[in-house]
């Protein structure tokens, strides 16, 4: 029996048909990604000083021994600051903000990565955890304030209080808020990590963070420990008040605020 077989051209277009008819897939999308990290609820917090000179060793050992390039169902992203020096000679300090998914697994990583990072610490490392209370995001309004410039009525800024699972539509879908503070791989923003006592009501602390300008986007984390408070927040500009604050550790307390830039940004691959 003779084979017939359509001409190439009609094989062609038949594939591309297929092709154009399949639904979308949103595997790269970043609003789908951002999404995804910023459901992981569970935090681990690590506070590190390194001997000056090994900044690269220290980050790539930190990268190569952590959730980095791995698969690990339950973490949800990490951001790295490099803290602000207090002094040029200081040595320099790192703050690890893991998100996951799984507060054990946060422990898992935290014991994995611990012989290579100590290699380079300088003095011991500091390690908390807690969980996420909610986000606190800004709008647009700071940014459509300096590109207007002088001579302009200033647009007040306004912000969305997002709990991970509950407000997501407004969030990710409604845009009512800026996603800067969700976007992951973005690095150089200015960021704080701010250490509150339990003393300090909640409302307290979100009242003393959202009247600093150029807020972008704050989380703010309950230590498991029930030592009090953290607040992770990034700003399109650091406010002139925070460039010189220094976090301070007694014992086994940790105060004050660690200033900087964050310069490693991913979830898992």
Same mark, same amino acid.
């Given at each position: 029996m003779k084979n017939h077989r359509s001409p190439a051209w009609i094989q062609a277009l038949l594939g591309l048909a297929t092709v154009l008819c399949m639904p979308l897939a949103h595997a790269d999308e970043p609003v789908y990604e951002m999404e995804a990290a910023a459901r992981a609820s569970y935090f681990a917090i690590d506070i590190y000083t390194v001997k000056k000179g090994t900044e690269g060793a220290f980050l790539t050992s930190s990268l190569r021994s952590g959730p980095y390039d791995r698969v690990a169902t339950g973490f949800g992203g990490e951001k790295v600051v490099e803290?602000?020096? =207090?002094?040029?000679? !200081?040595?320099?300090?790192? #703050? #690890?903000l893991g998100r996951y998914f799984d507060g054990e697994l946060a422990n898992v990583?935290?014991?994995?990565?611990?012989? !290579?990072t100590d290699r380079a610490a300088s003095a011991t490392p500091t390690r908390m955890q807690g969980r996420l209370v909610d986000v606190v995001l800004s709008d647009w309004a700071?940014?459509?304030?300096?590109?207007?410039?002088?001579?302009?009525?200033?647009? !007040? =800024?306004?912000?969305?209080? =997002? #709990?991970?699972?509950?407000?997501?539509?407004?969030v990710f879908q409604q845009h009512i808020a800026s996603l800067n503070f969700f976007k992951i791989g973005y690095v150089g923003q200015t960021a704080s990590v701010e250490f509150f006592a339990t003393a300090t009501p909640v409302e307290e602390i979100r009242k003393t963070i959202l009247a600093r300008p150029g807020m972008s986007g704050t989380a703010l984390i309950a230590l498991a420990d029930g030592s009090g408070h953290v607040a992770y927040t990034e700003y399109y500009e650091l406010p002139a008040t925070l460039k010189s604050t220094r976090i301070q550790r007694t014992g086994a307390a940790t105060t004050g605020v660690a200033t900087g830039v964050v310069v490693e940004n991913y979830m898992a691959r």
């Open positions: 803290v602000l020096p =207090a002094t040029r000679d !200081a040595d320099p300090q790192y #703050i #690890i990583m935290t014991r994995q990565r611990q012989p !290579a700071w940014e459509r304030n300096r590109v207007k410039g002088a001579g302009t009525r200033p647009a !007040a =800024a306004t912000f969305l209080t =997002a #709990i991970p699972y509950k407000d997501e539509a407004k």
